[in-house]
């Protein structure tokens, strides 16, 4: 049973309607503007963990650095070596670069090129290790290459796969949220990061202090019967990516292990195939092929990171194979 009914036209809504939408356009106003006007600083959306180290990763390649060895790739080249270690190791400074298994060698040389243009003349070595999961990927991810140009462009990144997101954009939100709420509160970060680092300021401190490296909190029970290959894109990716190696700098390339128990009897044959293969289209000065192709299940985090108790031995055995091309 009804006991009212109210009826209102559009006149009667604007008064009440006029004030919200009032403080929503001058927030959009304010944001914009401030952005075009470069009264805001510029954007660094380290909101959540992938974001949080990619844009690390691209800031330290535009930064002076005494590096003479540098590690570059995927997140196994990230997470499988400890890079202070490797460092001390050697004897010489080491820096990782590995980023995200979402982009591809294109980034990587983007942000190789990002390094040696202002640290000229240093580097002895550029070690590439990817995950063979990586080698077969056709293309890198959109967003993640949106994020890191926006981030070289000083521009901001927005999502337009759905409404919220363009709602986002559109009234502003994303520009505080990477030039403001960003840059003045630490942001949690989700899942077994969040427990292991906590806050994105704690992730890129860790990073720094490791050289780039970090930790695989993640606990996962290595799957599947994985068949890997080499994409065809890969072959003109390498190509781009050896053009970016500066001169008098040697190229040593390895494929970064994976657990024994998911793969084939003959996986290590196939892993030199690939290693071959991908060595010849990079050029490449060495090929890590003495590393091991897999390790026990129970040394991986997941299926393509190493834990942080099987990192020590890697990293070592990885540093007694670069020691003979810095002499």
């Known amino acids: 049973m009804k006991s009212h009914n109210y009826a209102c036209t559009l006149q009667d809504l604007a008064p009440l309607l006029a004030g919200p939408l009032l403080v929503v356009a001058l927030f959009a106003g304010v944001m914009f503007s401030g952005a075009r006007l470069h009264l805001l600083p510029p954007p660094r959306p380290t909101l959540d963990t992938d974001r949080t180290i990619l844009i690390h990763q691209a800031e330290t390649a535009q930064t002076s650095s005494d590096a003479r060895v540098l ?10 070596v400890n ?36 640290n000229r003349g240093q580097l002895r070595a550029v070690v590439l290790l990817m995950n063979p999961e990586a080698l077969r990927r056709v293309s890198a991810e959109d967003y993640f290459v949106g994020v890191l ?10 999502r337009t796969a759905t409404l919220d997101d363009k709602l986002a954009c559109a009234l502003g939100l ?14 949690p970060l989700g899942g077994a990061f969040g427990r292991f680092y906590g806050f994105d300021s704690n992730l890129e401190k860790f990073m720094t202090r490791e050289h780039g490296s970090v930790i695989d909190p993640v606990v996962e029970q290595p799957k599947g019967r994985p068949e890997f290959r080499l994409s065809p894109t890969l072959k003109p990716a390498s190509e781009a990516f050896r053009l970016a190696v500066p001169a ?31 060595g010849a289209w ?17 040394q991986f985090a ?8 099987a990192v020590p031995r890697y990293t070592e055995e990885l540093g007694v ?3 003979p091309y810095l002499r």
């Not at 980023?99 to 243009?117: I, V």
């Not at 050029?283 to 590393?291: F, M, T, V």
């Not at 997941?302 to 108790?309: D, E, G, P, V, W």
């Open 149 to 158: 140009t926006a981030f070289w462009g000083e521009q901001d990144f927005c």
């Open 174 to 187: 994303e520009t505080f949220r990477g030039r403001v709420l960003a840059r003045t509160l630490p942001v």
């Open 83 to 118: 890079t202070r270690q490797l460092g001390q190791q050697l004897g010489v400074p080491a820096l990782n670069l590995g980023t995200l298994s979402f982009l591809d060698l294109n980034n990587y040389a983007e942000l190789l090129r990002r390094f040696t243009n202002g």
């Open 302 to 309: 997941r299926s393509t990171h190493l834990n942080q108790y």
């Open 282 to 298: 990079l050029q490449a000065d060495a090929l890590l092929d003495s590393l091991p192709a897999t390790l026990p299940e129970d």
């Open 71 to 80: 590690l570059i790739g995927d997140s196994s080249c990230l997470m499988d």
């Open 248 to 278: 008098g700098s040697k190229l040593l390339v390895g494929i970064t292990p994976v657990p024994r128990e998911i793969v084939g009897t003959d996986y290590a044959r196939s892993r030199d195939e690939m290693l071959r293969q991908w």
């Open 321 to 323: 194979r670069i020691v």
